[in-house]
């Protein structure tokens, strides 16, 4: 003979389970989506301090009007809005900080970091640095880095990106 005095509340049971297993799967998704996010960060801040870290190599060792440049391959992830050299986020136009440069992520923040080196916008047409920011938004480069005599100074000029 068979008990059947939980036949009733069976629906319910698996109602609730099915709600359970719902939120876990909710939970997992929104774990997996965090994770993959602060690996592509990570990823955008390990490119913006590669070239960083290649300026400061180039900046200490390299002879100002040489031609000799070195070359190097990035990736900037599509987290990214953009990765400006040279600029800081508040910059005004004519009043640029040159050792500043800066990532700003899809969703607005912005990680500022400062350079030993300063920074200038590599013209690839003309061979020359200016005195502007450069720019890079997601996708592939194949930069090149060269120290160059700027205003009484030297700076790292970065062919490859956009003036900003």
């Known amino acids: 003979m068979l008990d059947e005095e939980g036949v009733d509340f069976l629906a319910m049971r698996t109602v609730v389970v099915l709600i359970a297993a719902a939120l876990l799967i909710s939970a997992a998704a929104i774990f997996v989506k965090g994770y993959t996010d602060n690996m592509l960060r990570d990823s955008a801040r390990g490119t913006a301090s590669h070239i960083a870290a290649m300026a400061r190599a180039e900046y200490i060792s390299g002879c100002p009007g040489t031609g000799s440049r ?35 992520f899809q969703d607005g923040m912005i990680e500022t970091k400062r350079s030993e080196v300063p920074f200038a916008y590599g013209d690839p047409s003309s061979g020359n640095a200016s005195d502007s920011g450069i720019s890079f938004y997601p996708g592939e480069y194949s930069l090149e880095l060269e120290v160059m005599s700027l205003n009484g100074s030297y700076a790292v000029a970065i062919y490859g990106g956009a003036e900003c």
């Open 70 to 104: 070195t070359a190097v391959p990035v990736t900037v992830p599509r987290c990214v809005r953009d990765i400006v050299f040279g600029r800081s986020p508040d910059d005004l136009p004519g009043d640029r900080d040159d050792h500043v440069y800066f990532i700003e």
